[in-house]
């Protein structure tokens, strides 16, 4: 079996050709490109950047628990992605400080190692990078540069020690078959530690949402890093090697970098001087319901709603505020979806008289640490302000 990418080729040669026309709904910041692009696999998103594509979601399907695969976020650092898999030739290769090296064929992974689901959220590091002042470089995302699924596949650790990884190893790291069109430029490898690709959790994963993954999101195989952002999540993945040693490579020691004392802050005039590589997913909540544009009738009952999440550690409560942040009313939380799952919460208002109205949003997890007023970084990552939601009453 084969799958096709060739209207993809086709696309980056004119990505105009699959623009759809209109029903531009949101209008975005300033710099956030708005055009609406059919991928093969895929409805209508926003693009970003056709090579190495980048596909944002639109805000109004984050309505829905779970991301449909043909709305769910894409984000590729490579322009040379495969043309077509043969499925049938593929391997997953466990090389290194192992007993017993592995070539894993799709069907023996099927068929010969234990199934396992989890329900996570795969959510660029950078997402909600407009957002942030003064304006930082890399790709604009929005709110749409994640996705809630349910993934299956097999556990890292049942790989790792059907291969005998030995006494030794330290790390762990993982490579797709994605290559840049320069051969200088470095392949985008990440690593995990021993003990953090052992611990259950980290999955090799062949379906999403109950489906093979889509070829933009990473198939034949994709690695899900729970609780983490979607940088390790490793697509098209069919490398991994067991180290004795500490990993390097310009993608864990140079790019996604963030502050070492843990706060994603730093000001433009002191940057921190120290780096560590970016991991956890931090605190955020955002509005999906009602849009910036939507025009909310007066005295009428509107359902306020949104999103929150974090590393797995868990969300205790939402609050809203309608006075500049003085008094915090309480939002209802939703059932957990999983532990590495977005959590829904909802509001019901009704508004008493028309004008402009500044909602806030601010989640807290079962720690009691809650989001912070203000956040900016170098590089736009890890979004974990309190949002604002701007709204019209008539």
Not at 208 to 236: E, F
Not at 270 to 283: D, E, F, G, H, R
């Amino acid at each position: 079996m084969k799958k096709n990418l060739f209207w993809y080729l086709v696309f980056c040669i004119s990505a105009a050709a699959f623009v759809s026309c209109g029903n531009k709904q949101e209008p975005p910041p300033a710099a956030v490109k708005d055009e609406l692009v059919r991928y093969p696999e895929k409805k209508d998103m926003y693009l970003l950047t056709d090579r190495p594509p980048q596909l944002e979601t639109p805000l109004k399907i984050f309505k829905e628990d779970f991301t449909p695969n043909e709305y769910f976020f894409v984000r590729w650092h490579m322009s040379q992605i495969l043309t077509k898999i043969d499925i049938d030739s593929f391997r997953l290769y466990i090389s290194g400080a192992v007993g017993k090296p592995l070539a894993i064929s799709m069907a023996d992974l099927k068929n010969k190692y234990p199934a396992d689901t989890i329900a996570a959220l795969c959510i660029c590091a950078g997402n909600s990078r407009s957002t942030f002042t003064p304006r930082v470089p890399g790709s604009q995302w929005r709110s749409g540069g994640m996705g809630n699924a349910v993934w299956k596949g097999v556990k890292l650790k049942y790989l790792l020690e059907a291969a005998g990884i030995k006494k030794n190893a330290i790390d762990i790291s993982f490579c797709g078959m994605d290559r840049a069109p320069l051969p200088e430029t470095p392949v985008f490898t990440k690593s995990l530690s021993v003990s953090h690709a052992m611990d259950g959790d980290v999955l090799v994963a062949y379906e999403m949402n109950g489906q093979p993954i889509p070829m933009l999101n990473g198939y034949p195989l994709k690695l899900v890093v729970p609780g983490w952002y979607a940088t390790y999540w490793i697509g098209a993945l069919n490398d991994i090697r067991v180290l004795a040693d500490t990993f390097h490579g310009f993608w864990m020691d140079k790019a996604y970098q963030v502050p070492a004392d843990g706060s994603f802050n730093e000001s433009k005039d002191s940057l921190a001087k120290k780096t560590v590589p970016i991991t956890k997913i931090n605190l955020h909540s955002i509005f999906v319901s009602p849009e910036p544009t939507d025009v909310v009738p007066v005295s009428k009952p509107c359902i306020v709603e949104g999103l929150a999440f974090d590393d797995g550690t868990g969300i205790k409560k939402v609050e809203l505020s309608f006075d500049e942040g003085k008094t915090w009313t309480e939002a209802r939380l939703n059932p957990v979806l999983g532990k590495y799952a977005w959590r829904r919460w909802k509001f019901d208002w009704t508004p008493t008289k028309k004008g402009a109205y500044k909602i806030q949003v601010k989640a807290t997890d079962i720690n009691g640490r809650s989001e912070v007023n203000t956040q900016w970084n170098r590089s736009g990552y890890a979004r974990g302000f309190i949002e604002h939601l701007d709204l019209n009453v008539n």
